[in-house]
Every structure is written in structure tokens, then in C-alpha cells.
């Protein structure tokens, strides 16, 4: 997988996006969304936003902001926003994953639905999720895993060599991904058509770093 690639395959997906991928990964965005358990106020980040099928989902007193790679996906997604009145969606960007233009803590909880498995590094994806998420928030990732069926398993290790072209790494291995990116799971739940895709909810494990004014006594008090 590739940035050139990425963006080539979901500009060809976009015209028909909602119609194959909406009504089959809608229970999985409901039911994440569900868990974010979104409270007044709150800033919420979606990685991948894509045409905004979730958008509608938000309650309205969340504050959220979606992000994509592919910009014909957003121009959809800006266009739902339009025709819904989305108040609460209070931007809609194009930007890479794995180098997000956010500073530090710039959200309350953050999510990728269907992300996972597209990006070139998912430990890069994960890592700059926790960092734009503040400490103490939580991270949730919505995706399909490398099966435990042999049979099935098979399957998508054929298919392995065509991920550039269907946009997604079919392969990708939950424990191998909890694993690299130390996620801190608090939450592993089946979702959408025989539980074939995995929400994950995260506690945002990064420390917490010590007000400035400390920082500054502790040197002062080093030096004297």
C-alpha cells in the first residue's frame, strides 16, 4: 500500500461508495459510535471519514472533525454535510493519517472506522492518533482482521498481492497490530455480517506530560 495508491483506487470508489460499502459497515459505525458515548461539548476526530456515512450518526452536541486522504470522498462527505445540516461537523479535511496537521491533544476521543487495513503503516496511524488525542482519552478502530478460519485465512493471504488494487491489506493481523502499536484494548467486539470485522476501544495510553510551570521549578531547583 501507498499514498498514490490509496488515493487513485478510493477516487474510483467514491461515485459508488454508499452503495456497496454503506448499508454493509453501517452497523459497525453505529456501533462504534455508540460506545464513543459522545458527551456535551466533546471533541471527536475521524480518521478516514470518507463519504461521511457516520457523520449523521454524532449526537449533536459533539464537536466533530473529519479527516481523509482521498479528496473525492470528501467532497462527498461535504456535500452530506450541506444537505443534512451537520452543525455539529465542524470541519471536514484532506490529510494524511499518519501525518496529521493537528498540535498535541487537539481531541477528546478519536476514531478510525475501516482504516486500519488501508494505510501503508498502521503503527504510524496509531501513533499519531494517541498523539492528537489528549491523555486520558480514548481511541476506537473499527476493522477487519486476518481470520482464524484456515480456510478463510487462506483466502485472504491470496489475495494478499492485489491489496493496491481493492484499496485495503486483507492480511492484517489483530494480535501482530495490538502488539506493534501497544494499544492499551479495553474493548474487543465483533461487528457487522457474522462478526467478521473488530472494534477495538483504547484507553490513550501516552503519558501525561507536567505543566510547564513544574518543569521550570524542577530545573530551578536542579540548579540551586
Excluded at 456501533?31 to 457523520?55: F, Q
Excluded at 466533530?64 to 462527505?77: E, K, N, W, Y
Excluded at 494517541?130 to 473499527?142: H, K, N, S
Excluded at 486483507?170 to 497490530?177: A, N, T, V
Amino acid at each position: 500500500m501507498d499514498l498514490d495508491a490509496i488515493e487513485k483506487v478510493y477516487r474510483r470508489y467514491a461515485p459508488t461508495y454508499d452503495l456497496y460499502f454503506g448499508a454493509l459497515f453501517q452497523p459497525g459505525r453505529r456501533a462504534v459510535i455508540e460506545r464513543m458515548n459522545c458527551r456535551p461539548g466533546e471533541r471527536i476526530l475521524e480518521v478516514g471519514v470518507g463519504t461521511g456515512l457516520s457523520l449523521p450518526l454524532y449526537p449533536r452536541h459533539a464537536r466533530v472533525t473529519g479527516i481523509d486522504l482521498s479528496r473525492a470522498m470528501l467532497a462527498r462527505a461535504h456535500e452530506r454535510k450541506a444537505r443534512l445540516q451537520l452543525e455539529h461537523v465542524v470541519a471536514l479535511r484532506c490529510m494524511d493519517a499518519e501525518h496529521m496537521q493537528f498540535p498535541d491533544d487537539s481531541f477528546d476521543k478519536v476514531v478510525a472506522m475501516y482504516v486500519a487495513s488501508v494505510v501503508p503503516h498502521p503503527t504510524r496511524l496509531v501513533d499519531e492518533m494517541r498523539r492528537v488525542c489528549a491523555p486520558g482519552g480514548e481511541l476506537y478502530i473499527v476493522n477487519h482482521f486476518h481470520h482464524a478460519s484456515p480456510v478463510i485465512a487462506a483466502l485472504e493471504r491470496l489475495m494478499a498481492p492485489f491489496s493496491k488494487l481493492m484499496g485495503f491489506r486483507p492480511d492484517l493481523s489483530l494480535e501482530q497490530f495490538i502488539r506493534d502499536t501497544g494499544l492499551d484494548v479495553i474493548e474487543k467486539v465483533p461487528v457487522n455480517l457474522l462478526g467478521y470485522w473488530t472494534l477495538l476501544r483504547a484507553r490513550n495510553n501516552k503519558p501525561r506530560r507536567a505543566p510547564k510551570t513544574q518543569k521550570a521549578t524542577a530545573t530551578a531547583d536542579e540548579r540551586g
